[in-house]
């Protein structure tokens, strides 16, 4: 692909804005300046300098973001800034999606990319990916609330008991939950139904990723290989 047409693919701007920065010298491509907008590139691994920003190339982007609370997963939110306001510019531009809405004031993994087809694929209810929570509730966790909810519960809204996958006490005021599905509000309301309520929600893992422990709160890293397996395997 030529090199205008790979840094709009990027999200950089138009392909005449990217072209103007490629003839400016602003570009370089591998450590080495170039200044020819129609020179022909493979686009995934590609290490671009864009006006002093490092980007490497990818065909489509796939990211984990460690979620703060106090941010809405929508384009236009309503009462908090926006998830994406914690993405850089050209990731904004290329319109990542996330994976599944988290709630405003709960933390944790959360998947993003521009790829239509894998986010049908993993927000399926067909597929039953498992999505693990860290819960912290209200009141002392009771072993009756967790074998409640590892049972199943009525949601109002549901014609039918919903199940955790597991459940598992993790102390005096906290479980771990994990489901496979991801209905509105699910886990408050499957913990509500129970008999307790939910005071602070973090989602751990998705399939088989976990949240990168050395990714800090607000940050975002892209996706892996090997995160993406783990992602399918469901483990
Ligand atoms: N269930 C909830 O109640 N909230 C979330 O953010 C995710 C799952």
Redesign the pocket.
């Known amino acids: 692909m030529t090199l205008d047409r790979i840094l709009q693919s990027q999200g950089f701007g138009t392909r005449r804005y990217c072209g103007d920065l490629i003839g400016a010298g602003l570009v370089e491509v591998n450590g080495e300046l170039c200044e020819d907008p129609r020179a022909q590139f493979e686009v995934d691994g590609l290490r671009l300098t864009v006006d002093g920003e490092a980007w490497v190339a990818c065909t489509k982007a796939y990211l984990m973001l460690n979620k703060p609370a106090g941010y809405e997963c929508s384009q236009r939110p309503r009462n908090h800034p926006s998830v994406y306001n914690l993405l850089p510019v050209p990731l904004r531009q290329r319109e990542v999606q996330a994976v599944g809405?988290?709630?405003h004031?709960?933390t944790g993994l959360l998947l993003l990319t521009d790829d239509g087809q894998f986010i049908h694929a993993q927000t399926s209810p067909k597929r039953k990916v498992p999505?693990v929570?860290e819960v912290t509730t209200a009141e002392p966790v009771t072993p009756e609330q967790a074998e409640a909810l590892r049972a199943g519960v009525q949601l109002d809204d549901e014609p039918a008991p919903i199940a955790a996958e597991a459940c598992e006490i993790t102390g005096e005021h906290s479980l771990r939950l994990t489901?496979l599905q991801?209905?509105?509000?699910?886990?408050?309301?499957m913990v509500v139904a129970a008999g307790n309520h939910?005071t602070a929600?973090h989602?751990s893992a998705v399939g088989g990723l976990k949240l990168d422990p050395a990714l800090p709160e607000g940050e975002w890293r892209w996706l892996t290989p090997e995160d993406l397996a783990a992602l399918n395997s469901k483990e």
């Open positions: 809405r988290l709630d004031d709960t999505k929570y489901l991801g209905k509105y509000h699910q886990v408050k309301r939910v929600l989602r």
